[in-house]
C-alpha cells in the first residue's frame, strides 16, 4: 500500500549521493563533540545532578517526601509516568505503522524517534520502581516468590499488573527494532573506522553485517517482522496505561473514553517531542539537507489532527458527565474548570486544543521558530492534561470531610527533574556516538527521490 504525501518537494535536499550521506551522517560519529553538543551535554548532566539529589532523599526517606497525601495518594509520580510513555509512542508510530504503510519521509526522522522511545519508556519506568520507596525492599517483595506466608502472587485483575507487561513488552520489541535497524550503519562506521579500538566497537555492534544479498534480506525480513508486531503496541500500551484509571470508580476517571483519548494523546505528545528533538538535531549536526521543512510540515500536520482528536475527546468528557446524570461525575468536571486547579485546566486547554490549531496556517507550520515553539507548549499542555486527569479527580472525592489539596514539595520537581536530565544526557550521548539519521534507508531513497546516486 503505497501513500503519497501532500508536501511536494525532494526529503533529501543538497544533491547528495551516497558517499555525501555517509559522509554527513558519520561525521558527527568520528569526529571531536562540537561546542554545541558539550555545552547541550554540561547542561544536562547539571540537570541529571541536581534531580539525582532528590533521589537520593526519596530512596532514604521514602516516599513521605513527596507531597502526596491521605486524599491525593497519586500525584507527580504517575503524572510523570503515563507523560513519558505517551513520549515513547511517536518512535513506534514513524518506524513501524509508517513503514508499513512505506512512507518514505519515515526515514530522516525514524532513528531519533525509536532512540527517543527506548529513553522515554525507562524514564517511565523510573517512577514505579521510585514509588516503592526503598527500592531494594520493595522490589523484593513485588515478586512472586514462594515464602513462609505463602505464595505472594501478583493480582492479575489489577490494570497495574497489565502495565507491567505492556510496557516490557513494548520496550523490548522497540529496543530490538532499533537495534536491527542500526547494524547496516554500524557496519558503515566499523568499514571508515581509523583506529583499532572503534573499530572493534563497532564492529561487535555489527554482528558481521557484510551486505551482501542474504544479509539485506533477513534485514529486512525482521524488520517487516518487527514492524508488525510494534504495530499493535501503539495501541495497546497506552490503551492499558488509561486503564489504570478507567477500571476505577472515581468520578472523573471511571469513563470508557480513556483508551482511543489516551492513544491520541500520546501520539500528540510524542510527536512534539520529536518535532523539539529534530529541530535542535538539525541545527546542532547540520543535518537541514536530511530533517527538511517538509518533514516538519508533515510532522506538524499529524499534530494538527491528533490535536483536534484531543480537543473533541475534552468536549465528549464535559458531554457525557452531563448526560450521565450522576451529580459525582457532574461536578468532577465541574470542579476541573472552575476549582482550586482551574489554572491547570485552562494551560491544558490552550496548549493542546487551541496552539496546535495554529499549524493550519502554512507559514507558521513550515517555520522552524515557531514550530519549536508550540511542540514545547504542546509537551507543557500534555504534562498539565495528565497532572489535571490524577490531582483534580483525587482531591475532591465524594466525602467533602476528605477534601484535600496537593501541593508539591521540591523533591517532586527534583525527581521530574532527574528524569528529564536522563533522558536528554541519554538522547545527546546517542547522537553523538551513534549515527542519528538512518544511512541505510537514506541512501534507497536517494534515485527514487530524483536525486543522484
Not at 19 to 30: G, K, L, N
Not at 61 to 76: C, Q, S, Y
Not at 147 to 169: E, H
Amino acid at each position: 500500500m503505497q501513500i503519497s504525501s501532500p508536501i511536494r518537494e525532494p526529503l533529501i535536499h543538497g544533491g547528495k549521493t551516497m558517499h555525501d550521506v555517509s559522509e554527513d551522517i558519520c561525521r558527527q560519529v568520528e569526529g571531536k563533540p562540537s561546542k554545541g553538543w558539550m555545552a547541550g551535554f554540561a547542561v544536562s548532566l547539571a540537570i541529571l545532578a541536581i534531580g539525582s539529589i532528590s533521589v537520593v532523599a526519596l530512596l532514604w526517606d521514602g516516599i513521605g517526601v513527596w507531597g502526596l497525601n491521605k486524599t491525593v495518594g497519586w500525584a507527580w509520580d504517575i503524572t510523570n509516568f503515563v507523560w513519558w510513555v505517551g513520549i515513547g509512542h511517536a518512535g513506534t508510530l514513524i518506524s513501524a505503522v509508517l513503514l508499513l504503510f512505506r512512507q518514505k519521509w519515515r526515514m530522516s526522522i525514524n532513528r531519533a524517534a525509536e532512540a527517543m522511545t527506548i529513553f522515554a519508556v525507562i524514564c517511565a519506568l523510573m517512577f514505579p520502581g521510585l514509588h516503592m520507596g526503598r527500592l531494594w525492599l520493595g522490589f523484593y517483595w513485588a515478586l512472586p516468590l514462594p515464602n513462609t506466608f505463602g505464595s505472594l502472587w501478583v493480582n492479575f485483575n489489577s490494570p497495574l499488573l497489565w502495565d507491567v507487561f505492556a510496557i516490557s513488552t513494548y520496550f523490548t520489541v522497540s529496543l530490538v527494532f532499533w537495534y536491527v535497524g542500526l547494524i547496516p550503519d554500524f557496519a558503515t562506521i566499523r568499514d571508515r573506522a581509523k583506529s583499532k579500538v572503534s573499530k572493534a566497537i563497532y564492529g561487535g555492534l555489527a554482528m558481521g553485517w557484510m551486505g551482501g544479498a542474504k544479509d539485506w534480506s533477513r534485514y529486512e525480513s525482521v524488520s517487516l517482522i518487527l514492524a508488525g508486531l510494534a504495530t499493535p503496541l501503539v495501541l495497546s500500551v497506552h490503551t492499558i496505561v488509561s486503564m489504570d484509571f478507567a477500571t476505577s470508580v472515581i468520578p472523573g476517571w471511571h469513563t470508557t473514553i480513556f483508551p482511543p483519548y489516551f492513544v491520541a494523546g500520546a501520539i500528540f505528545s510524542g510527536f512534539a517531542m520529536v518535532l523539539t528533538l529534530m529541530i535542535v538535531t538539525r541545527k546542532l549536526f547540520k543535518l537541514e539537507d536530511y530533517i527538511t521543512i517538509g518533514h516538519i510540515e508533515l510532522m506538524n500536520i499529524v499534530i494538527i489532527v491528533t490535536g483536534s482528536i484531543v480537543g473533541i475527546a475534552y468536549i465528549t468528557e464535559f458531554f457525557i458527565a452531563w448526560y450521565s446524570g450522576v451529580p459525582g461525575e457532574q461536578y468532577a468536571f465541574i470542579n476541573r474548570a472552575t476549582g482550586p486547579y482551574w489554572w491547570a485546566y485552562a494551560t491544558m486547554m490552550t496548549a493542546n486544543v487551541i496552539s496546535p490549531q495554529l499549524f493550519w496556517i502554512k507559514k507558521i507550520r513550515t517555520s522552524i521558530v515557531s514550530t519549536f515553539v508550540i511542540s514545547i507548549i504542546v509537551n507543557i499542555g500534555m504534562w498539565f492534561e495528565r497532572f489535571v486527569i490524577v490531582v483534580t479527580s483525587l482531591h475532591r472525592d465524594y466525602l467533602p470531610s476528605s477534601w484535600a489539596m496537593f501541593y508539591p514539595t521540591k523533591h517532586d520537581v527534583g525527581v521530574y527533574l532527574f528524569s528529564i536530565g536522563f533522558f536528554l544526557t541519554a538522547y545527546l550521548l546517542f547522537s553523538k556516538y551513534f549515527p542519528v539519521i538512518n544511512m541505510a534507508e537514506v541512501k534507497s531513497i536517494l534515485k527514487s527521490d530524483g536525486e543522484k546516486k
